[in-house]
Nanobody
C-alpha cells in the first residue's frame, strides 16, 4: 500500500486548506485511515480518523473546524480544514491501517507542510 498526500501550503489565519491522500496498491486491506500532524519540536499527534464504515473521530483541538472525508470509490481520504490558526502549523501525514489487534499494520504518506501565518 502506498499513500500520497497533497494539498498543503501557506495560508493566513482564518483561512482554509483541503488535504488529500490517495491510496494505491493493496488498498482493499485498509480499514481505518486518518490524518496526523507533527509540529516542530513536538510529537506526532492524531488529527482525525475515519473507519471503512465512515465513523469519524476528531481530536478536541480540531472539532468544528476540520472535517474528514473518505471516498472508497476513489480510494482517497481528504481533510477539509477551516479557520486555520498559527498553532495548526505542522507537517500533516496520512495513515492507513490494515488488520486489527496484533495483526494490524500501518502505512504512512510522505507528509505535506501546512503553514498558517498570523
Amino acid at each position: 500500500v502506498q499513500l500520497q498526500a497533497s494539498g498543503g501550503g501557506l495560508v493566513q489565519a482564518g483561512g482554509s486548506l483541503r488535504l488529500s491522500c490517495a491510496a494505491s496498491g493493496r488498498i482493499f486491506r485498509l480499514n481505518n485511515m486518518g490524518w496526523y500532524r507533527q509540529a516542530p519540536g513536538k510529537e506526532r499527534e492524531v488529527v482525525a480518523t475515519i473507519s471503512s464504515g465512515g465513523a469519524a473521530y476528531y481530536a478536541d483541538f480540531v472539532k468544528d473546524r476540520f472535517t474528514i472525508y473518505r471516498d472508497s470509490a476513489k480510494d482517497t481520504v481528504d481533510l477539509q480544514m477551516n479557520n486555520l490558526q498559527p498553532e495548526d502549523t505542522a507537517v500533516f501525514y496520512c495513515r492507513g491501517q490494515s488488520g486489527y489487534g496484533p495483526e494490524r499494520s500501518y502505512y504512512w504518506g510522505q507528509g505535506t507542510q501546512v503553514t498558517v501565518s498570523s
